[in-house]
């Protein structure tokens, strides 16, 4: 397993949030974690990533042991991280943008962005733009390429879908779906769109109240009565 997560318990203060997690991502897996506003997705992904330290149980990832590693760390081992809101650098143009995210590359910067840019033709266009003059669809495509740019080798992408319309949500899955066969993208994404879900992951996790009740098929949530039943969302 590349992520390996038993009885992770974590949570604000004294609020407890999470209440054991167990989850498993191989090699190549996309993992998809499905769940209402406020069920935990967001702090399952924090506390993957070392922003909100662990109470309770262990985390693995490719081989070490993590559970208590500053974020840092983590991503310096290969965890990448495109979080909610998607952090872009307002003021900063997208080229700007990404040779921030090749604090963590691998080769030389303009290598690292022309290489991650052959995947992401939208942006090549758009190099000088400031990151807060793009759409919301346009901003996670670029959180997305600036994450890359670090060359993660497990993805945790928080509701790449909020906000944004339709037509660029296409360009999103399409570019996942390239870039998981170009790269062999490893990857968990925690969402509340059902579409978005159904079409990427190969595992789909349901998450309530801090803990995973359920792993269903792709295929499964494209059923209105079992995700009724399941997460009591309707598509
Ligand atoms: N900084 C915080 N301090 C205290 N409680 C928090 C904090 N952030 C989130 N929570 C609480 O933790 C719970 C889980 O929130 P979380 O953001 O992980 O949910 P989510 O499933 O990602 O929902 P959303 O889709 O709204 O982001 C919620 O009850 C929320 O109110």
Same mark, same amino acid.
């Given at each position: *397993? *590349? ?8 949570? =604000?203060?004294? #609020? ?11 090699? /190549? ?9 406020? *069920? ?10 070392? =922003? $909100?330290? @662990?109470? @309770? ?5 490719? /081989?070490?042991?993590?559970? +208590? ?11 990448? =991280? ?12 997208? +080229?700007?943008? $990404? ?10 910067e303009s290598t690292t962005i022309e290489r991650v840019l052959s995947d992401f033709p939208r942006l ?6 400031? /990151? ?32 944004i319309q339709p037509s660029i949500v296409d360009e999103i899955i399409e570019t996942l779906h390239k ?14 769109? $059902?579409?978005? #879900? ?7 996790? #349901?998450?309530?109240?801090?803990? #995973? ?23």
């Amino acid at each position: *397993m *590349m992520l390996d997560v038993s009885g992770l318990c974590a949570g =604000y203060g004294q #609020i407890p949030i999470l209440t054991g997690i167990d989850l498993a991502v191989s090699p /190549g897996g996309f993992v998809g974690v499905l769940g209402h506003n406020g *069920m935990g997705k967001t702090t399952l992904l924090k506390a993957l990533m070392g =922003y $909100l330290p @662990a109470t @309770a149980g262990r985390v693995r990832f490719d /081989g070490t042991d993590i559970t +208590h590693l500053p974020p840092a760390s983590r991503a310096k081992l290969g965890l990448g =991280y495109v979080p909610q809101g998607r952090d872009i650098f307002s003021s900063l143009s997208v +080229h700007e943008n $990404l040779r921030m995210g090749c604090l963590l590359a691998k080769t030389d910067e303009s290598t690292t962005i022309e290489r991650v840019l052959s995947d992401f033709p939208r942006l090549t266009r758009l190099l000088d733009r400031p /990151g807060g003059a793009l759409s919301g669809g346009e901003q996670q495509l670029l959180a997305l390429a600036r994450c890359l740019c670090g060359s993660p080798k497990l993805i945790l992408l928080d509701e790449p879908t909020e906000g944004i319309q339709p037509s660029i949500v296409d360009e999103i899955i399409e570019t996942l779906h390239k870039l998981r066969q170009t790269q062999a993208l490893t990857m968990i994404l925690v969402e509340q769109d $059902l579409h978005f #879900i159904a079409d990427l992951a190969d595992t789909v996790l #349901i998450i309530q109240k801090g803990t #995973i009740t359920r792993e269903v098929t792709p295929q499964q949530i494209s059923d209105p009565a079992l995700i009724a039943e399941f997460v009591g969302m309707g598509p």
